[in-house]
Every structure is written in structure tokens, then in C-alpha cells.
């Protein structure tokens, strides 16, 4: 299979003088990406659906799909797929369609529908930059996730700083030596999605719908120990396809305590310093990884400094990041603190996700009425605020659930 997908390459991989591209026409090119379109292969990714739609549909239940719900899938991404190729095809003609149109059974059989887009893609980026330079789909808009970070994200000082930082200085640099490993750290509903969504909406211009980015949840797409080899091949080849069609590649790892030990494993080289790995280099993708490992530590450091009387805005991550990592590092119900990933220094940062007091709640209300353009009063936010739960028992200073389905809760005050 491998064989195969190169020799096309190979085959086509000779820029065309620019003289002879405005003479011949783009009709084979299309008919070529239609008929790719059309091949059942295309129908086993799921990248279209977003990471919240997914429940219930299980990767691997795909294998051995009726045909009727191939063409479903099919007809439903295609429309995705074209809109990606007419952007790098359009308006590029060369001599190459006319031998590529005129023998597409000859090297299509035998390949996977996504290493066709590789390999298209790969082909077209011969003529035109359009995979590292002016990439359309990668925004990077730093103003915007600055300013998203600092007015929507709330209780979250060291998260902001941390992230912004990070992703900044990683991105200003041409070729990085590793890619950026970020590890998020925190209760349940102190912000570990929202953040993970926020980048990608400001670094893709399709955010999460993006064929740059790709989102795996632990109990979805890897929930059974037994099928561990099937999912490492997967996500193997899932994500070596997404760096090879877009270098600066987003992966998102959520409940990243459930992830099996061998598939840390498999994430590891990828992490690591290597220039490429099977001809495919890494180093520019994004990985984050959420988990609430950690959690009870950052909110134990936080409530002796409020116990203390000062202010949660005074921690450090000097004053955090030792304690959670040694949890992390020590934690016996999860196999990630145990990992390569975590021992050897791949994770650049620990990022450590605050408990969210009364205050935050109340403004994470406030946002969730301005989002659907409704009136509140303050009277409005103290309500939704009071329908949480506040732990410890003493003090009822953290809500336990932080800000999850806030935006369901207000329903309940709507008229
Ligand atoms: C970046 O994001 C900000 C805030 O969302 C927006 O106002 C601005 O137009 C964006 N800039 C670019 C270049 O897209």
C-alpha cells in the first residue's frame, strides 16, 4: 500500500514551467476530484462531526457499515472535501491533470480515501506554497485568543498567562524542535475544553471543525482495553495523515487519565525531538491533553492561600507547578503520570486550572446571557450562581461542578 502511494508522487513530483499551466484546462482536475470523492474509503473518517456531536458513534463501529451509509457519509463530506480542493487546485492548471485524469484506476484501488488527499495535496503543494506559507486554513489570530482569554476565561490567571505564552513563543518560531505539548490540569468545569476550543478557533480559521484539528476523547474513541491495537494503528495513522496534510496540526487528548498505557506509548516519538518519523515531521503540531489528574492538589494549594487571606491571584506557578506534578508523577489510579510522555520531560508545561469560586460563577452566567443576547439582572446571575454546589463543607468556596451547563442552567430564568 505504502509502495503504491508513493509512486504517483514520485511519478507527478516535477514543478510544470508556468507558462503551460494557463493553456490547458481544468476539467480533468475536477472529474479526477470527484471521482475521489465518490470512492467509499472517504467514508470512514469522522472528522466533519464536532467533538460534542460525537456521542455514541464509536470509530470503531464503522467497520463494516452498510452501503447505504456510505453514501450518506459520503454526500454529507464531500461538499467538505471539494471545498478543501477547489481552495488548493483553484486556480492552478498544469500538465499533470491530463495523465492524472487519464488513469485514476491504475494507483486508486488499493489506497485509503485520506492518503489520496495526502497525496493530491502533497502534489498541488509542489506548484503552490500552499501548505506552509499562507496556509487558509491556519488563522494564528494571538490578538484574538488574548483577548478571548482574558475576558471570557475567568478565575484562570495562571491558564492565561501560561497558555498564551506558550503558544505565542511557539509559534513564532519557523521550526521548533519539538512540538508544543501542553498538559491541562483541573476539576471538571474549570475551563480545560473551553480553552482547547478557544485555540482552535483561533488558530483555524473552521476551529474544531478544522482538518487541522483533531479531537480524541479517551472513553469514546479508545473505551475498550481488548481492541488497544486496532485504536494504536488508528491513531497512528490518524495522526501522522492530519501533520502530513497540515503541518501545524492540532490534537486534543480529553480525559487524558483514561488513555491506555500503550497508546501513550505510541504518542511518545511523536513528542519527542525527532526531525521526522517515517519521512513525517511533527514538529510544528500542538498536542494538549486534559485531565483532571491533579485536580484535588491544585484545589488543596489554592484554598490554604485564601485560607491565608490573600488572594488567589497572587499564585505563581512557582508556588503550583512542583505539587502538581509530583501528584501527577505519583498518582496510582492513572497509567499517564507513568508514561514516557510525563517522565521524560516531553509535556512543556503543567497547566493548572483553578477551582472557581461564587464570583466566577456569576460571570460565567453573565456570559452565557450575553451569548444568547438576553437580558439578566443581578439578581438573575446571584440565582443561577446559588443553583451549584459548594465544597468544602466549611467554607463553600468552590464550586464543584465549576462552570459546567451554566448556559442549560439559565434556561431556567428565561421568561
Ligand atoms: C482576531 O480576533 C479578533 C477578536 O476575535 C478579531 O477582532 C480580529 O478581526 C481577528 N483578526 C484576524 C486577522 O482575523
Not at 471521482?35 to 467509499?40: A, E, I, N, S, Y
Not at 516519538?269 to 521526522?276: A, G, K, R, V
Not at 505519583?330 to 493548572?352: A, C, I, R
Request: aromatic share 10%.
Amino acid at each position: 500500500m505504502l509502495t503504491s502511494a508513493a509512486s504517483p508522487r514520485r511519478h507527478w513530483g516535477h514543478p510544470v514551467p508556468p507558462g503551460h499551466r494557463a493553456m490547458l484546462s481544468r476539467g480533468p482536475a475536477l472529474l479526477l476530484c470527484l471521482l475521489l470523492l465518490l470512492l467509499p474509503e472517504v467514508a470512514g473518517e469522522d472528522r466533519a462531526e464536532s467533538w460534542w456531536d460525537r456521542a455514541g458513534a464509536p470509530t470503531v463501529k464503522k467497520v463494516g457499515k452498510g452501503l447505504k451509509d456510505r453514501v450518506n457519509a459520503v454526500t454529507a463530506l464531500s461538499k467538505k472535501y471539494w471545498a478543501y480542493f477547489a481552495r488548493q487546485v483553484w486556480p492552478q492548471d498544469c500538465d499533470e491533470e491530463k495523465e492524472a485524469a487519464s488513469k485514476p484506476l491504475g494507483w486508486t484501488l488499493p489506497l485509503l480515501g485520506q492518503r489520496y488527499l495526502g497525496i493530491l495535496s502533497n502534489w498541488y503543494c509542489h506548484f503552490k506554497e500552499c501548505c506552509d506559507r499562507d496556509d487558509c486554513r491556519i488563522i494564528n489570530n494571538i490578538t484574538g485568543l488574548e483577548i478571548d482569554l482574558s475576558t471570557r476565561l475567568h478565575g484562570q490567571h495562571l491558564v492565561r498567562e501560561v497558555v498564551l505564552k506558550s503558544v505565542k513563543g511557539f509559534l513564532s518560531v519557523p521550526q521548533p524542535e519539538k512540538p508544543l505539548a501542553l498538559s491541562f490540569h483541573g476539576w471538571s468545569g474549570t475551563g480545560k475544553n473551553f480553552v482547547a476550543r478557544m485555540l482552535a478557533d483561533h488558530l483555524y480559521r473552521d476551529g474544531l471543525e478544522s482538518e487541522c484539528v483533531q479531537v480524541f476523547i479517551s472513553m469514546l474513541h479508545f473505551p475498550h482495553l481488548k481492541y488497544v491495537d486496532i485504536y494504536k494503528e488508528k491513531l497512528m495513522e490518524q495522526v501522522s495523515d492530519t501533520v502530513r496534510r497540515c503541518g501545524q496540526a492540532l490534537f486534543v487528548f480529553d480525559e487524558a487519565e483514561k488513555l491506555p498505557p500503550s497508546l501513550l506509548e505510541t504518542l511518545k516519538p511523536l513528542l519527542d525531538h525527532y526531525d521526522t518519523i517515517k519521512e513525517v515531521d511533527y514538529r510544528r503540531a500542538i498536542f494538549l491533553f486534559l485531565s483532571n489528574l491533579g485536580g484535588n492538589t491544585i484545589n488543596e494549594v489554592v484554598l490554604s492561600w485564601l485560607r491565608a487571606g490573600r488572594s488567589r491571584e497572587e499564585i505563581t506557578m512557582e508556588d503550583l507547578e512542583p505539587y502538581l506534578q509530583a501528584d501527577i508523577l505519583k498518582s496510582t489510579d492513572s497509567n499517564f503520570g507513568h508514561s514516557g510522555l510525563v517522565k521524560e520531560n516531553l509535556m512543556d508545561f503543567f497547566v493548572p486550572f483553578l477551582p472557581l469560586e461564587y464570583h466566577h460563577v456569576k460571570l460565567c452566567a453573565r456570559d452565557a446571557f450575553l451569548g444568547r443576547d438576553l437580558e439578566y439582572t443581578e439578581e438573575a446571575l446571584d440565582k443561577v450562581a446559588k443553583m451549584m454546589v459548594y465544597v468544602p463543607k466549611e467554607e463553600k468556596l468552590f464550586s464543584a461542578q465549576g462552570c459546567k451547563s451554566i448556559s442549560q442552567r439559565i434556561n431556567l430564568f428565561l421568561p
